[in-house]
């Protein structure tokens, strides 16, 4: 079991360009999530999907924000355009049946500039 | 509203001695109570979880949380910690609210294991 894939590890871009994060979730796994973690903020449930649907958005913090799951194997989150401000670590996640311990990624480490 | 609370941003014990990391809770209805550890640029890892039954929960590492309904607590510990549970650990609910499950991590405790 490779666990849940996150790309790119590590990304720095500039304000104003589009960001685009990837996660595959653990196969099988009907649930998936999306996080932020700050120091200032500590760890924000940004969005959560279960069978592709998105079933609760409330955390996405504005407009630039968006999040697809177009199948059960691939998730985006998307910035556009991208601020300083949403310099953090993100991370995806997704829940083993219904017993809902979640299985996080490494993370996505992004850099405003 | 929903809310977790741990109010202690740090603590300290010496290795070999007991631990406690404090959580306390507010959710409509039946908690799913849960705790994760973070190592330095990793994910967060599960450790234990409370949905029903007996209040006291065994983990992974040696770790164990009792679930005290009438204290809405629901606090991390260890009988002998050691320098690898140097860490930052975050409890969690899952609680229902508006017909949505709603998923609240603490603001995280970082744990620090003393030679």
């Known amino acids: 079991d490779a666990g849940v894939i996150q790309s790119p590890r590590h990304e720095v871009t500039e304000m104003g360009q589009e960001v685009t994060l990837r996660c595959k979730p653990i196969?099988?796994?009907?649930?998936l999530f999306w996080y932020r973690q700050t120091m200032m903020r500590g760890l924000e449930l940004l969005i959560y999907?279960?069978?592709?649907?998105?079933?609760?958005d409330s955390g996405m913090p504005e407009d630039r924000f968006s999040a697809k799951m177009p199948n059960a194997s691939f998730s985006t989150l998307k910035i556009q355009p991208s601020e300083p401000r949403d310099s953090a670590v993100y991370f995806c996640?997704?829940?083993?049946?219904?017993?809902?311990?979640?299985?996080f990624g490494p993370g996505t480490r992004l850099t405003v500039l | 509203a929903q809310s977790v609370a741990q109010p202690e941003d740090q603590v300290n014990v010496a290795e070999g001695n007991p631990l406690t990391v404090k959580c306390t809770y507010s959710?409509?209805?039946?908690?799913?109570l849960f705790w994760y550890v973070q190592y330095p640029n990793r994910g967060l890892q599960f450790l234990l979880k409370?949905?029903?039954?007996?209040?006291l929960v065994k983990g992974s590492y040696g770790f164990e949380a009792e679930f005290n309904k009438s204290q809405t607590s629901f606090h991390l510990k260890k009988p002998s910690a050691l320098v690898s549970d140097s860490a930052l650990y975050f409890c969690?609910?899952?609680?229902?609210?508006?017909?949505?499950?709603?998923?609240?991590f603490g603001t995280g405790t970082r744990l620090k294991v003393l030679a």
């Open positions: 996640a997704s829940p083993k049946d219904r017993t809902d311990t979640q299985y």
């Open positions: 196969s099988g796994h009907d649930y």
């Open positions: 999907f279960n069978n592709n649907v998105p079933i609760d």
């Open positions: 959710v409509s209805g039946n908690p799913y």
């Open positions: 409370y949905i029903t039954g007996d209040n």
């Open positions: 969690a609910v899952r609680g229902l609210t508006s017909g949505t499950y709603k998923y609240i």
